[in-house]
């Protein structure tokens, strides 16, 4: 599975949020897609998921836009959004058994697995329960839970960390870890740089809604060489510089 993001000029209005975005996510890879507050991630993760149109430029999951097919296009992606969308009037089985709708499912193959990710993030007795009046991390699991059963070969994940237990983030780590050894892609926007920086295989630092650098740390570390050894220096670096161009 690739994403390709290709010279991407977006955003809400008029004023584009994003400058000319490109950069792609190969089989079997963890990409980060780091920036501040503001710089453009959600803005970039919206036109991917096709929330949002491209003003310019075009982004293609293994080579094929929205555009040329829109059913094709979304059950490729799992998203899971940093803020869990759900539906007030529905359980947890029924939001699981939409999901299962929504993404063509094998019913019996589908419940298997959401058994065993509900077991994983102890949400297997809530299952006539609302999760609309669920914990925040409990809905983020929800989400979790919602997006591995469908095993789309591109997980999209919008700011994971911040409202999950360590058991939980470890958790989240090893499913994301699983689906690359099938082959999956997987874009995840974080603030949480050493987590980042231990997991993803290789990072998108934007800014401003222009991708100022990327590569692998070893790459980014040549590319700033007096930044620092971490990502979290190397990212300080970036912005600081680019505040006092
Ligand atoms: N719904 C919206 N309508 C208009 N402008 C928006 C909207 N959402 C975001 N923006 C603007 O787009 C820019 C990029 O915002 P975006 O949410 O993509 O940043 P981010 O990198 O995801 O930030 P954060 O780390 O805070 O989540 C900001 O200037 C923001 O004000």
Redesign the pocket.
């Given at each position: 599975m690739t994403l390709q993001v290709t010279k991407v000029v977006g955003?809400?209005?008029q004023i584009p949020?994003l400058k000319e975005v490109t950069f792609d996510v190969q089989d079997g890879e963890l990409v980060g897609l780091i920036?501040?507050?503001?710089?453009?991630?959600?803005?970039?993760i919206n036109h991917i998921i096709g929330l949002l149109t491209p003003f310019k430029g075009e982004i293609k999951i293994n080579g094929v836009t929205l555009n040329e097919d829109k059913n094709a296009y979304k059950k490729q992606i799992a998203y899971i959004p940093?803020t869990p969308i759900l539906y007030q009037e529905l359980t947890l089985k029924e939001h699981l058994e939409m999901t299962m709708m929504a993404y063509s499912l094998d019913h019996d193959k589908a419940w298997k697995k959401a058994n065993h990710l509900l077991n994983i993030f102890r949400l297997d007795n809530k299952l006539d329960w609302f999760p609309a009046n669920f914990s925040k991390g409990m809905k983020q699991k929800v989400m979790i839970v919602c997006a591995f059963i469908t095993e789309a070969p591109l997980f999209i994940i919008d700011?994971p960390f911040l409202g999950l237990d360590p058991l939980a983030v470890h958790d989240l780590l090893n499913l994301i870890d699983e689906q690359k050894a099938k082959g999956a892609s997987v874009l995840m926007?974080t603030?949480v740089l050493d987590t980042a920086e231990k997991y993803c295989d290789r990072f998108v630092l934007?800014h401003d809604?222009t991708v100022k650098t990327e590569g692998t740390l070893p790459e980014l570390r040549k590319a700033l060489p007096d930044a620092g050894e971490s990502l979290d220096d190397i990212y300080m670096s970036m912005t600081r510089a680019d505040q006092h161009e």
């Open positions: 955003g809400y209005s949020v920036g501040l507050n503001g710089a453009g991630k959600s803005t970039t940093e700011e926007s603030h934007l809604g």
